[in-house]
T-cell receptor, first 109, second 115 residues
Framework: GQNIDQPTEMTATEGAIVQINCTYQ??????LFWYQQHAGEAPTFLSY??LDGLEEKGRFSSFLSRSKGYSYLLLKELQMKDSASYLC??????????WGAGTKLIIKP | ETGVTQTPRHLVMGMTNKKSLKCEQH?????MYWYKQSAKKPLELMFV???????ENNSVPSRFSPECPNSSHLFLHLHTLQPEDSALYLC??????????????FGDGTRLSIL
């Protein structure tokens, strides 16, 4: 079966750095997405990786290793507004998105 | 503002009621999706429409009936629902069915509670 694993919950301190991991086992691979979802709101697109390596976008970076079936989202200079759930999703060989259950990130002052 | 609008935001209904969820996208996309989101579970894809044609039905019970009259509008008709159907129902759209790097854009969802 297809599976996406990410930690259920993480806690970090304002101003610090946090890394949210995502491991996947899917039938085929056509890209990996990270989304942010604040409580009661729509998931919003953060990043896309299809080749190995690091993609940087301001305070957020996403890394992919296809051989290891592994990705991480790195958030720097954490702000209180970064408290949200972070969803990892992989596009499989049928171009269908397979979703993880999300990681709830709690930022403390 | 994501460009995808869902109504209503909240819906409480009895098991014998019939109601409809509405989704409208203002992004000029060709593909639209219905997802179910339950607490601490992955998003479950329910239906996919591409150029108004249904391309996927992921073994969804017949008490959920989708309708896509045009590329901008998507409905989910509900009847005789069960308590386990209580969840957040998300609509999304994308430029096309899923090739390339184009992400899906989501609405804020309808929080559905079945009494």
């Amino acid at each position: 079966g297809q599976n996406i694993d990410q930690p259920t919950e993480m806690t970090a301190t304002e101003g610090a750095i946090v890394q949210i991991n995502c491991t996947y086992q899917t039938s085929g691979f056509n890209g990996l997405f990270w989304y942010q979802q604040h409580a009661g709101e729509a998931p919003t697109f953060l990043s896309y990786n299809v080749l190995d390596g690091l993609e940087e976008k301001g305070r957020f970076s996403s890394f992919l290793s296809r051989s290891k079936g592994y990705s991480y989202l790195l958030l720097k200079e954490l702000q209180m507004k970064d408290s949200a759930s972070y969803l990892c999703a992989v596009r499989d060989s049928n171009y269908q998105l397979i979703w993880g259950a999300g990681t709830k990130l709690i930022i403390k002052p | 503002e994501t460009g995808v609008t869902q109504t209503p935001r909240h819906l409480v209904m009895g098991m014998t009621n019939k109601k409809s969820l509405k989704c409208e996208q203002h992004l000029g996309h060709n593909a639209m999706y219905w997802y179910k989101q339950s607490a601490k579970k992955p998003l479950e894809l329910m239906f996919v429409y591409n150029f108004k044609e249904q391309t996927e039905n992921n073994s969804v019970p017949s008490r959920f009936s989708p309708e896509c009259p045009n590329s901008s509008h998507l409905f989910l008709h509900l009847h005789t629902l069960q308590p386990e159907d209580s969840a957040l129902y998300l609509c999304a759209s994308s430029q096309d069915r899923g090739t390339g790097h184009q992400p899906q854009h989501f609405g804020d969802g309808t929080r559905l509670s079945i009494l």
